[in-house]
């Protein structure tokens, strides 16, 4: 699902760690026991990263509800989508995803 706000663009050579927030998607009772996040280029994006996964580094982590993960390397001028998976307690898979720019410094 989408969740309707795009991550701050990213400056070129920053590492952050970027967090969803999957509260309103989780049943009552459903927790996250585990969680992992894909990378790809946006279908608008003006420019191409040929190995946009590579930008994942690290392990997501599972904070309660949400899920956290480190990105570093993005490329300049490059529009991601970024995708979070949690599976949860009940065996369930449930996803969000947004976007996040890199822009060059000026």
């Known amino acids: ?8 663009a990213i400056d070129v050579g920053e590492v952050l760690v970027l967090t969803l927030d999957f509260a309103r998607s989780l049943d009552t009772g459903e927790t996250i026991v585990s969680s992992y996040w894909l990378c790809t280029v946006a279908a608008d994006s003006l420019t191409d990263d040929p190995s946009p996964q590579d930008h994942i580094s690290l392990d997501a ?3 309660g509800t949400l899920s956290k993960q480190q990105v570093a390397g993005l490329l300049g001028g490059v529009k991601y989508v970024l995708q979070a998976f949690v599976v949860t307690n009940q065996g369930n898979t449930k996803s969000l995803w947004t976007h996040v720019a890199c822009e060059v410094p000026a």
């Open 61 to 63: 982590d599972v904070v």
């Open 1 to 8: 699902m989408y969740v309707g706000d795009e991550f701050t």
